[in-house]
T-cell receptor
Framework: GNSVTQMEGPVTLSEEAFLTINCTYT??????LFWYVQYPGEGLQLLLK?????DKGSNKGFEATYRKETTSFHLEKGSVQVSDSAVYFC??????????????FGKGTHLIIQP | KAGVTQTPRYLIKTRGQQVTLSCSPI?????VSWYQQTPGQGLQFLFE???????NKGNFPGRFSGRQFSNSRSEMNVSTLELGDSALYLC????????????FGPGTRLTVL
C-alpha cells in the first residue's frame, strides 16, 4: 500500500534561515502529493500540492517539487519566520497502491522558529 | 464561502459509551472524509462518503461507522468507546472536480475517560 516518510523533528531554526523538510513516498502509479500545515489547536490547512511528475507546488514562500525518479516531495522555504512555527504533514492520495480515496500522511514534522 | 465546520469541538465521554460527531462540508462539496489523529498513530483515514454512500474505508473496527445525508452533511459514530479512541477527529470535504484536494475542518477533540 501507500506510505509516506518524513523527518519528525522537532526541527528548530532561527528566523530567516533556510528550511528543508524531507518527504519520500511509496506508491505505485502517479499519486497526487500535498503538504498540509497544522497550527496548535487547529485542523489541517493545505499548503501546496502537485499532481504530476516535475510539477512544482508553491504558496506563501514554500515550494516543493514532485520528483518521480526519487519518489520525493521535499518542502523548502528560503527565509522562515516565527509565524511558520507549526507541524507540517506530507501526504499523498491516488496512484494504484490502495487508499485511492483517502489521504496517506507522514508522521508530521514539528517546526520551531526562534526569533 | 464558509469552510468545513465540525460540532462539537470538544467531547468528554466514558468507556463503553457511544458518541456522534457531525461535519458540514463546504457548500457544493459532495464528498466527506473522516480522519483520526493521535500522537501515536498519527493521521489515519477512517472512511469517505459521497452521495450518501460509503466509498472507501480505512482499517478501523466496526465500532466506527458513519453516514451522509442528502445535504452532504455527515455524521460519524463510535460505539462502545475505549480509552484508545481518545483523539482529534478531523473531517474533510472535497469537490470531485478537484485534484483530490481536501479541505479540513477544525476537528472534534474526543477524550475517553
Amino acid at each position: 500500500g501507500n506510505s509516506v516518510t518524513q523527518m519528525e523533528g522537532p526541527v528548530t531554526l532561527s528566523e530567516e534561515a533556510f528550511l528543508t523538510i524531507n518527504c519520500t513516498y511509496t506508491a505505485t502509479g502517479y499519486p497526487s502529493l500535498f503538504w498540509y500545515v497544522q497550527y496548535p489547536g487547529e485542523g489541517l490547512q493545505l499548503l501546496l500540492k502537485a499532481t504530476k511528475a516535475d510539477d512544482k507546488g508553491s504558496n506563501k514562500g514554500f515550494e516543493a517539487t514532485y520528483r518521480k525518479e526519487t519518489t520525493s516531495f521535499h518542502l523548502e522555504k528560503g527565509s522562515v519566520q516565527v509565524s511558520d512555527s507549526a507541524v507540517y504533514f506530507c501526504a499523498l492520495i491516488g496512484g494504484s497502491g490502495g487508499g485511492a480515496d483517502g489521504l496517506t500522511f507522514g508522521k508530521g514534522t514539528h517546526l520551531i522558529i526562534q526569533p | 464561502k464558509a469552510g468545513v465546520t465540525q460540532t462539537p469541538r470538544y467531547l468528554i465521554k466514558t468507556r463503553g459509551q457511544q458518541v456522534t460527531l457531525s461535519c458540514s462540508p463546504i457548500s457544493g462539496h459532495r464528498s466527506v472524509s473522516w480522519y483520526q489523529q493521535t500522537p501515536g498513530q498519527g493521521l489515519q483515514f477512517l472512511f469517505e462518503y459521497f452521495s450518501e454512500t460509503q466509498r472507501n474505508k480505512g482499517n478501523f473496527p466496526g465500532r466506527f461507522s458513519g453516514r451522509q445525508f442528502s445535504n452532504s452533511r455527515s455524521e460519524m459514530n463510535v460505539s462502545t468507546l475505549e480509552l484508545g479512541d481518545s483523539a482529534l477527529y478531523l473531517c474533510a470535504s472535497r469537490s470531485l472536480a478537484g485534484a483530490h484536494e481536501q479541505f479540513f475542518g477544525p476537528g472534534t477533540r474526543l477524550t475517553v475517560l
